[in-house]
């Protein structure tokens, strides 16, 4: 996937070499079209600009230069023009004496526009200004970028992002997924990152609601993203720590236009492909745009890659993770043997080569689909005021594969103790501890679901010199979980009863464990066979208002001003079909939350002009007010300093705030088999103040029980932040930024259980929580959701671009983009130790951040000239530092560096189709070995397990 982040900058446009065609009507629908196919920002004020009329014209210089053209349009206008930045122009009013303004053409019947754009005020701010240069770091990902990224989902676009690192979820992770797509920016979780819709909240996900799901947003009905990298809570209130994600979609399309995608990894597998259809149409007083879409992704099997084909990474310099649960059954005696079942009868010793391969089953990227349907609308009541309407719908679903149940007797939920008379027991004394691997249910099979609507509707207008928006949303999201092939506790635990209480007389059928594979016939199946169900709904519904302008001047220049009020209401209603409150064997018991909350908040801005144009004091406060924890307000500050016409320096404080989710103040009976470490397997354990001797080294999964706490605070942040923007003016075309972060949290709220179970081992402490038996073995874990932890997340961005434009070269285009994480400090628990996780891997099945790269950059190359256009990106990934027990000892390792290179050629038609050819991962790189990855040996949320992968599109407008 080739990315290049694209905020404004670069060199000199170049438009079409047969000339652009600019529609009649006012200045600002002719500047739109202008921008657009000359592929540049242009800024304009519309209340200004809707006040001219201009006829439809066609311009062609002869060099196919920009500026002539824009020259051409304003010439006897009483607008100039002056670059803001090399991929921007600021289209402003000229000095006119009294005359030429009485000559004006008079102002049109028409629709006004917010921003006439392609510009736009960025993401971070409710203030509308000529400055394109913000108190923070803000990357765009905009046209032609999306189209010549070959990506399908805003998820995949997003992945390789330098500033995106840690515990993201897509469809690359399988085992512990749901079908969502979330993003995590600086490593922090992805309920610290803010996802925003045209600026507007949207409602999380049906699965825990801690997130916004971005698989509900298809990707073709996207204008352009824009990322902000800083704190942004006293704009946006909650879950704006790391920063904020703000889609924009498309809403002045005009015209026809089809889209096919075909894509498929070399290997064969992983068949993708994409389909949408836009349609829109402005009339004398409003405009409409819809747009269908269609995506499905095939499967791709762990089997089916050499590095996801074994759970036995022994020869790589890992350890041994397969399963301890096999078909033939490991059988643990009194006499401390343990025994398995031979397919030609009776018993041998079981040893550790016994263990079972459990990605012969899995899939590595989960196979699914996705339709959408998306409406914009837009009806100018007066010259003064627009109605305004968008509906979004989408409808996904995704199917996970897992290998079939398997049974851990004496640590599931339950009493599965084979009765001595139950009739397949040969040893005749009960029988505690079977780990059986179940094949003649099947593999386990999850059915996800989600269907989500999204209205947001009102009004927009001018006053005056102040601009007013007042918006009403309504927002849906229903998701469902189904998992098959389980085993109900319940019954599996009558059926290994001796005939006294199993029989047909109580309708309950005996159970053979202790046989080979094949030994549980259809009947005893039947009787055992389950599934789990859980049913998720999120809703939100809010109220905006929300006006900016300029609330005076003096000699400095203008103070611009922004304020507003919201209101939102909040419900989830989530839970499952828990066999009487225990979990499924196989799966994992969601448990059930019900909750709602009513938030009102009011929340004002102001940028006032120090020096001018060379100082300036931007501010922010947001106090918000939450029914069910109480008040909050946090403010932000920030200077920008122009010393020198090519450099901008800019530092900024803030505050910021996330409110306990619904889903960590309410949920109850939530149990799974977490895939962790006891350090009281290892051959010192007697050494270790909390073991009561050697437990069981064969466990790699132990039962835990995590629960809501309605006495949760906030979790709250200090965002710093410093930075420079430097164009030099004898280097046209060139500009670098870089800007160093600073993030510190409190009362992070966290449930760790291998915190826990750590803390238990070495210090002997929390016996409360880490419940073991008689044989020092760890029979359940209960973790609730607690303020107890802080973070420090510090680094530096970087990038670079530089653009050249030629008359017989076409245009050039390179970008370079780097984040380095200085520190990631954690403390899971007040008086524990505090460490620095940046630059380590450590699996979130385990209670861990994921990976957090010490750098993590992409560079590409842009390149277009007449019909051509091509693009060749290299994402790169630094190395990692893991560390795992292995056989008493502590080992650490290093996860390799790893690159990608992808490419794409495109060609446009003369009749307007676009044919496109394109190639991720070139040089067929596979993810770098990481021993402790619970999914496939590696972390599918930083890397692509696919390899070399083709894929090509069809376009065409009209």
Request: glycine share 8%; proline share 5%; with cysteine.
């Amino acid at each position: 996937m080739a990315l290049m982040i694209a905020p404004p900058s670069g060199a000199t446009a170049i438009c079409p070499q047969e000339g652009v065609s600019l529609p009649s009507g006012t200045l600002s629908r002719a500047l739109i079209a202008l921008g657009r196919q000359c592929k540049i920002s242009v800024l304009v004020q519309t209340a200004s600009a809707d006040n001219y009329l201009v006829s439809e014209q066609a311009l062609t210089p002869e060099d196919g230069a920009f500026e002539p053209i824009l020259s051409q349009l304003l010439d006897d206008s009483p607008f100039t023009f002056q670059r803001i930045s090399p991929r921007a122009v600021a289209v402003v009013k000229r000095e006119m004496d009294a005359k030429d303004i009485d000559e004006l053409a008079p102002r049109p019947a028409g629709r006004p526009e917010e921003v006439t754009v392609i510009g736009h005020s960025l993401t971070g701010s409710h203030l509308r200004h000529l400055q394109l240069e913000s108190y923070a770091p803000v990357d765009i990902l905009a046209q032609p970028e999306l189209e010549i990224t070959g990506a399908q989902t805003v998820a995949q676009l997003l992945k390789f992002l330098p500033a995106v690192s840690g515990n993201s979820t897509s469809t690359a992770v399988s085992n512990g997924g749901d079908g969502t797509a979330t993003v995590t920016l600086r490593g922090l979780p992805a309920s610290n990152t803010l996802v925003l819709i045209n600026g507007r909240r949207i409602v999380n996900n049906g699965f825990g609601a801690e997130a916004a799901d971005l698989n509900t947003i298809p990707l073709s009905s996207v204008e352009r993203i824009e990322i902000l990298k800083d704190g942004a809570s006293a704009v946006y209130g909650s879950d704006a720590i790391a920063g904020v994600v703000n889609i924009i979609l498309r809403q002045d399309f005009e015209g026809l236009a089809f889209n096919s995608y075909f894509g498929q990894a070399q290997e064969g597998d992983l068949q993708t492909e994409s389909h949408h259809l836009t349609w829109g149409n402005t009339g004398e007083r409003g405009h409409i745009m819809l747009n269908l879409a269609h995506y499905s992704q095939g499967a791709l099997m762990s089997r089916d890659r050499p590095l996801s084909a074994s759970a036995d990474n022994r020869n790589r310099g890992g350890t041994d993770l397969r399963s301890s649960a096999t078909p033939s059954g490991y059988i643990g005696l009194d006499d401390d043997t343990v025994v398995t079942s031979a397919e030609s009868g009776g018993y041998h010793n079981w040893t550790q080569e016994d263990r079972y391969n459990y990605s012969e089953f899995t899939t590595a990227v989960v196979p699914s689909s996705r339709d959408s349907i998306y409406l914009s609308g837009a009806y100018d009541f007066s010259d003064s005021s627009t109605g305004f309407l968008e509906v979004m719908g989408a409808s996904t679903q995704a199917e996970t594969q897992m290998a079939p149940t398997p049974i851990f007797s004496r640590f599931d939920n339950g009493d599965l103790t084979i009765a001595a008379d139950n009739i397949y027991n040969p040893f005749g004394t009960p029988i505690e501890d079977v780990r059986k691997r179940v094949l003649e249910l099947g593999p386990r099979k999850q059915f996800n679901e989600t269907e989500t609507w999204r209205l947001n509707t009102g009004l927009k207008g001018l006053w005056n010199s102040w601009q007013w928006k007042l918006t009403m949303g309504l927002h849906h999201t229903r998701a469902k979980e189904r998992l098959t092939n389980l085993i109900d506790p319940n019954r599996l635990s009558a059926g290994l009863k001796g005939p006294d209480q199993c029989s047909a007389e109580s309708d309950c059928v005996a159970v053979n464990l202790l046989g080979p594979t094949g030994s549980i016939d259809t009947r005893q199946l039947d009787f055992i066979r389950s599934e789990s169900r859980v049913h998720g709904i999120s809703r939100m519904a809010s109220l905006t208002s929300v006006a900016d302008g300029i609330l005076g001047s003096y000699s400095q220049g203008e103070i611009l001003a922004a304020a507003g009020l919201e209101f939102r209401r909040e419900q989830i209603n989530f839970r499952s079909n828990d066999a009487d409150g225990l979990s499924f064997i196989g799966g994992s018991a969601s448990g059930s939350a019900t909750g709602e909350r009513i938030i009102g908040e009011a929340f004002a801005e102001i940028s006032a002009p120090l020096l001018k144009d060379q100082l300036w004091l931007d501010g922010a406060v947001r106090y918000s007010d939450y029914s069910d924890f109480g008040t909050t307000a946090n403010p932000r500050i920030a200077l920008r300093w122009r010393p020198h016409p090519s450099l901008t320096l800019r530092a900024s404080y803030a505050t910021g705030f996330k409110a306990p989710t619904l889903m960590d103040m309410n949920q109850s009976g939530y149990q799974s088999q977490e895939f962790l470490f006891d350090p009281c397997t290892r051959a010192d354990a007697l050494d270790l103040p909390g073991c009561r001797g050697q437990s069981d080294d064969a466990r790699i999964q132990y039962l835990t029980e995590f629960g809501g706490n309605p006495e949760l605070n906030p979790e709250t942040s200090d965002n710093r932040s410093l930075g420079a923007v430097w164009t030099p003016a004898f280097s046209d075309g060139f500009s670098a930024t870089v800007d160093i972060y600073d993030i510190r949290q409190n009362d992070v709220i966290d449930t760790s259980p291998q915190y826990l179970i750590n803390q238990n081992a070495f210090e002997g402490l929390y016996s409360d929580r880490v419940l073991r038996d008689e044989h020092g073995d760890i029979t359940r874990i209960l973790a609730t959701r607690l303020n107890i932890g802080a973070r420090e997340v510090s680094g530096v961005d970087l990038s670079l671009r530089y653009e050249q434009d030629s008359e017989t070269q076409g245009r050039f285009r390179w970008a370079f983009n780097a984040s380095h994480m200085y520190r990631y400090l954690n403390q899971a628990a007040p008086g524990s130790p505090v460490e620095d996780l940046a630059g380590t891997f450590v699996d979130p099945a385990s209670g861990g951040a994921g990976s957090l790269p010490r750098w993590k950059a992409n560079s590409g190359v842009y390149w277009d000239r007449g019909r051509w256009e091509g693009a060749y990106t290299i994402h790169y990934v630094g190395p990692l530092q893991e560390c795992f027990n292995h056989n008493a000892a502590l080992v650490e390792r290093e996860i390799d560096s790893w690159f990608s290179h992808d490419l794409q050629i495109a060609y446009r038609s003369p009749l307007g189709a676009r044919f496109a050819l394109g190639v991720d991962n070139l040089l067929n790189q596979s993810p770098p070995f990481a021993a402790t990855a619970f999914n496939d040996n590696y972390d599918g949320r930083t890397y692509e397990l696919s390899g070399r992968y083709w894929y090509t599109t069809i376009a065409y407008s009209f």
